[in-house]
């Protein structure tokens, strides 16, 4: 079995898993409703009221001031016995508890913070958190001190263990009605008086203390969670296992644990130094504090700063895009109007075509039908020159034959006469 128990080195996967810790927180809140059927007698309320208070005590004394700050000391076998009566609250193994409470009050309403109603608003820091599987596991390193008892690991591998007897034993004693009406409905009810400090501590009452964090007193939820409403005090200084300062600031718990101290079953209790309750820090330390506090608000600036930043980017990259838009719609407007107009022309140039062809093939036959009468004229006066060179002819060859017979006549004549 001791294999399976946490080890101080590791993230300790808690056993229950994140989903169904949320379902199992969420059918309790139902459970309440079953009183319809068991009824509500009055020895189950009394029940309800008296665990709903031990068990206060158990949440704030063991929890808080002694696993989570370790301010003040007690035997092992106390020790285990504040463990038992802690977890049967149901808020997880106290390893885990103090882990997640150490980190708390090492990163109060910065980023890192568990629950911080500055960072991630109200409802995270009272329920979501809880019942979130991101903060379902332990860092085994920030307990270190606690990890080393087995039976503190033990009750850590069984966290449901000290409610599940507790729940027994109401069923055991009162029957339905003191499971449901005693059990589950003081259970409820101390979770959410529990989460008020991680809450409204934080946003609701007065600052006495400027420290790093929106931590808050309230009388109210003091009386209401045994002491612990003096939150301001205890994020002001987390050693003293009394919260409220001055005689004034009613604190049940350290009423208890002193009475406990009385008869040795704890024992150094812790008180706040004067010069903390005055608020009288040292000159180095309000300096450093101050320059906190001045890097924490440049932070916040800066992470404003970078939050605008990314809006007008956004923005700009939006308009980018419908200015894109806008362009492409209307070069497809003007590339349909091109389009139609050059549609247009090439119609008018088939008509201009069509036009020239037309007068050309007009002129053609014009010149076939003047070659033609050309031709003809020219023939006709062919013919007629013909007619004359051949009336000329024969003119010359009638002219040349009538030159030869006279040529002929005379030299007959003039043989004649030689033989005469
Ligand atoms: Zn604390
Ligand atoms: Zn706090």
Known sequence: MSAELPTAQSRYPNTVSGWFYALRFGAMHLLCFAAIWTGVPLEAVILAVVLWAVRMFGVTAGYHRYFSHRTYKMGRVM??????LSQTSMQRGVLWWAAHHRHHHKYSDQPEDVHSVRQDGFF?????????????????????????????????????????????LCFALFGWAGLIVGFVWSTVFLWHTTFTINSLAHVIGKRRYETDDDSRNNWFLALLTFGEGWHNNHHHYQASTRQGFYWWEIDLTYYILWAMSKVGLVSDLREPPRHVVEDRPHPAKALRAAARRARRDFDERVEELKGRARLAREEASQRVEDLGQELALRIDEMSNDVEERLENLRG??????RGAHEKLEALASDATVKVDELSREMAVKMATLRTHAEEANDRAARAIDEIAEATEIRLQTGTSISQA
Request: hydrophobic residues 45%; aromatic residues 14%.
């Open 124 to 168: 995270w820091s009272h329920i979501g958190w809880v019942v979130s599987p991101r903060w379902a596991e332990t860092d085994m390193s920030r307990v270190r001190d606690l990890a080393k008892y087995p039976e503190l690991r033990f009750l850590e591998r069984f966290q449901h263990l000290p409610g599940l007897v507790l729940a027994g």
């Open 79 to 84: 020790q285990f016995l504040m463990a038992f």
């Open 348 to 353: 008018d140039l088939q008509d201009v075509r």
